[in-house]
């Protein structure tokens, strides 16, 4: 089981936690909340108010989110799930338990973004259905023609 840390769609009574649920995808056992010991980026962007978590460690805020224990199988459905490496990449990042334990946890970040996310409000918690009002799109709310675009990213080479 390897342990890995999701801060936005995936958490519990978030709109996508019913795939770590699904025992069809693989096993995942949730652990514990948690925080990030670094400081990164959390911002909501796109027509469909997907949260992204940002590859520039050092700027935003520790980013509160949850820890699950997940086997090989569900690894590698989140991957797909996440575009991993095409689009997310997951690495990993220490984060810090309730009991000040700090473990090594994959994390899925958005390593390629326009400038202007450096602009967007920046979370410290993801919630789908918070006070910010962007509700996120769900893919099967979306038009399967509707694609994301992204020009004018940065280049992660």
């Avoid at 949850?66 to 996440?82: P, Q, R, V, W």
């Avoid at 990042?93 to 700090?102: C, E, G, R, S, T």
């Avoid at 390593?111 to 409000?121: G, H, I, R, V």
């Amino acid at each position: 089981m390897e342990p890995v840390f999701v801060y936005g769609t995936l958490k519990k009574n978030q709109p996508n936690n019913y795939h770590l649920n699904d025992t069809k995808n693989g096993c995942a056992v949730f652990r514990s909340v948690a925080v990030t010991v670094n400081k990164y980026s959390l911002v909501i962007s796109t027509r469909f108010n997907i949260p992204f978590l940002l590859q520039n460690e050092g700027t935003g805020n520790e980013i509160r989110g949850e820890i699950y224990d997940i086997d090989t199988k569900m690894l590698e459905y989140l991957d797909d799930f996440e575009n991993h490496p095409n689009f997310y990449e997951r690495q990993k990042a220490q984060v810090k338990l309730p009991n000040a334990d700090i473990i090594d946890c994959w994390i899925y970040f958005l390593p390629n973004y326009p400038d202007s996310y450096l602009e967007l409000q920046r979370f410290d918690n993801y919630d789908s259905y918070g006070e910010h009002g962007l509700s996120y799109v769900t893919r099967y709310q979306r038009d399967p023609d509707d694609k994301l675009s992204f020009p004018n990213w940065k280049s992660s080479n």
